[in-house]
């Protein structure tokens, strides 16, 4: 048992530049609530990458503007002993997420709780991201 749900702890979701030091960090239930239908579904634990992010991090991402990681909206994870592609295709059908991610050289999936009207699906291969079309679905076996 997690100190925040079955199978999750605070510090999971923590920013881990060593500037903040982890503090004030935010994290959206929902996509705790996601992350657990994962676990349930492989039997595995789930590995976080990457969850809240401070705005001191968020900026050394180069992100143009503050990203749903800063709001705590936003997950990168991998499924341990699960192939990236494997997990890709089970957490797509999981209800509320609403931005998806397929990273396949990092070998995360990024999440997050966007609102549904700007629903997104996409790929990112070496330093280019890319609408996640059929083709590339063909590709990557999604
Ligand atoms: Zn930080």
Redesign the pocket.
Known sequence: MGDLSEHFNHKDFK???P??R?EGFKIHLGLVGILEAVVEHFQKPVKIKSAF??E??NEKQKKEKLSLHVKGKAVHFSVEGIPISEAFKFTETIPGINGIGFYPQEEFIHIDTRPVEKKDAWIKEGERYSPLTQDKRRQYGL
């Open positions: 920013c881990a530049c500037e903040c982890g992010w401070c001191a991090f």
